[in-house]
Nanobody
């Protein structure tokens, strides 16, 4: 069974770049035909899909975040990474990585994805 684990700093200063890594075990990030996503949940709000990288390395982004977000992968470590630049306090959220068998650009329910990390809290504050 595939397992995902997020890692990264819990506190980031405004205007800095947030960098999070998702380490995958029990399955390869290059396995057909999975999409590996980053999703966040700000306090008191719903789940927001941020972007995804596919088994073949293609990338998709939520349009409002496209100018600030970048997703990459390291297949040798079976990891994929989110970088979010120019963060503001509005980027404070619990950040999740997740896997789905298709592109899901709007999260209506967690069951849309078949595997989730436990989530990591990120606070943007000076």
């Amino acid at each position: 069974q595939v397992q995902l684990q997020e890692s990264g700093p819990g506190l980031v200063k405004p205007s800095q770049t947030l960098s999070l890594t998702c380490t995958v075990s029990g399955g390869s990030i290059t396995a057909n035909y999975y999409y590996w996503s980053w999703i966040r949940q700000p306090p008191g709000k719903g789940l927001e899909w941020m972007g995804a990288i596919t088994y073949s390395g293609s990338r998709y982004y939520y349009p409002p975040l496209k100018s600030r977000a970048s997703i990459s992968r390291d297949t040798s470590k079976n990891q994929f990474t989110l970088q979010l630049s120019s963060v503001t306090p509005e980027d404070t959220a619990v950040y999740y990585c997740a896997r789905a068998p298709r592109l899901i650009a709007a999260v209506t329910t967690k069951s849309d994805f078949d595997s989730w990390g436990q989530g990591t809290q990120v606070i943007v504050s000076s």
